[in-house]
């Protein structure tokens, strides 16, 4: 079977680590670059860190540095208790010797997905301010996607970062009232699977039996990250957001969808709501309501432990 042609737009990030990892690992998916967004960390700390993710896995791929403030709102501060000050837990981030490519992450975004017209997906794990953006620079920059899979938002699950706002909408939510509303072929993962697929300190202790050395960099920071969950009291593990992303992915048949016309409230307590609108503008989004939470996280195990 042809691989997926796969750009990650990232913030990492803990769980976009994870994320980026299993991507790397997963011999159904070519991981053509990393574009980078501001989020759990600046846009200039998460190109950083996706360099040093890059360096890590020994992978040769460009990273695009993306946009460094939200559409309208101001920048909010970055996500440290959940992420840490580096954004990959007490992972001391050594700059690398690489620089992010010229081309900024929206012109890139444009760029690569003419060059592999049809073929490529996109999978957003953070703000959706470089995709906003990219539909601005190209009318058809949606149409020229395979797919674009998108970590983000919250049907019935309530939000992580205020009672009504999943963290992803909630730090650009005209950008993702743009990209809901006049994209296309969209998926959306969002708190009402991932919140379901958590994973306790057990699971990556035993990743980091078998894949010695980057399985021993995801167990340090997944217990930064396992550390903020419980503080918060939610949870006896960690969420797997990012990763459930990026399997949906290769695997959407693991994920029950129901589409909706959406929109996105960008003013007030409620800003970054997922509001479903049946008579709006917008195309429908398939969003993921239901999971095989085992199958998931078997997936991300299995391949993951693959890793040295
Ligand atoms: C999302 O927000 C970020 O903190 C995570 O990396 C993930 O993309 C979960 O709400
Ligand atoms: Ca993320």
Do not use: W
């Amino acid at each position: 079977m042809a691989k997926v042609k796969l750009i990650i737009d990232t913030d990492p990030g803990i769980d976009d680590a994870m994320a980026i990892f299993y991507a790397a690992s997963e011999p159904e998916i070519d991981l053509l670059a990393l574009t980078t967004i501001f989020g759990n960390v600046t846009t200039s700390q998460a190109s950083r860190n996706a360099l040093y993710l890059i360096d890590k896995m020994g992978l040769d791929i460009p990273v695009s540095q993306g946009l460094e403030f939200p559409r309208v709102l101001p920048p909010f501060p970055p996500s440290s208790n959940v992420h840490g000050v580096e954004g990959l837990g007490t992972l001391h981030v050594r700059p690398s010797p690489v620089s992010p490519i010229n081309q900024s992450a929206p012109e890139y975004l444009v760029e690569m997905a003419q060059e592999h017209k049809g073929e490529m997906v996109i999978c957003p794990i953070g703000p959706l301010t470089n995709i906003a953006a990219a539909m601005d620079l190209d009318s058809n920059f949606c149409s020229n996607l395979k797919r674009m899979v998108i970590m983000g938002g919250s049907l019935r699950a309530g939000g992580n970062i205020t009672p009504f706002a999943e963290a992803n909408i909630y730090h650009d939510p005209h950008a993702a009232n743009h990209v809901l509303q006049h994209g296309k072929n969209i998926m959306l993962v969002g708190l009402d699977v991932t919140n379901k697929v958590i994973c306790p300190r057990s699971f990556f202790y035993e990743i980091a039996k078998h894949s010695r050395r980057l399985g021993s960099l995801l167990l340090e920071m997944s217990e930064f990250y396992i550390d903020f969950y419980e503080t918060v009291g939610k949870f006896d593990g960690c969420g797997m957001h990012d990763p459930s992303a990026l399997i949906a992915c290769v695997a959407p048949e693991l994920f029950q969808t129901e589409a909706h016309k959406l929109r996105v409230c960008c003013h007030g307590e409620s800003s970054g709501e997922i509001l479903v609108d049946p008579e709006g503008p917008g195309n429908l989004v398939d969003v993921c309501v239901e999971v095989d939470i085992e199958a998931v996280k078997q997936k991300f195990f299995q391949k993951v432990t693959q890793l040295p």
